[in-house]
């Protein structure tokens, strides 16, 4: 079955920078569109950024510049380079994949940046 599994998080300071990796399973990732959402304590789910099968890569506003997607078609992973963190980034980040109609989500990933 599909499995999206992701890794990366951690306790960061204003200014830093962390790379998100997902690990999928499961199903053809090579020619899947993949996305980052995150969602920060007592906010809905946001999305963050999405890389097509074919490489382009598309931003949400607050990450525009700051992030960059990329995905290893080798390695069936998607990364989320993340620079210049923001208090404001914090929240777990999750992968995301539609796959025959259905949504995949994986189980998220903490950033926590401190000012």
């Known amino acids: 079955q599909v499995q999206l599994v992701e890794s990366g998080g951690n306790f960061v300071q204003s200014g830093g920078s962390l790379t998100l990796s997902c690990a999928a399973s499961?199903?053809?990732?090579?020619?899947?569109?993949m996305r980052w959402y995150r969602q920060a304590p007592g906010q809905p789910r946001e999305f963050v950024a999405e890389i097509s099968d074919y490489g382009k890569t598309n931003y949400a506003e607050p990450v525009k510049g700051r992030f960059t997607i990329s995905r290893g078609n080798d390695k069936n992973t998607v990364y989320l380079q993340m620079n210049n963190l923001k208090p404001g980034d914090t929240g777990n980040y999750y992968c995301w994949s539609l796959v025959a109609t259905r949504e995949h989500w994986g189980q998220g990933t903490l950033v926590s940046v401190s000012s």
């Open positions: 499961g199903f053809m990732f090579s020619i899947y569109a």
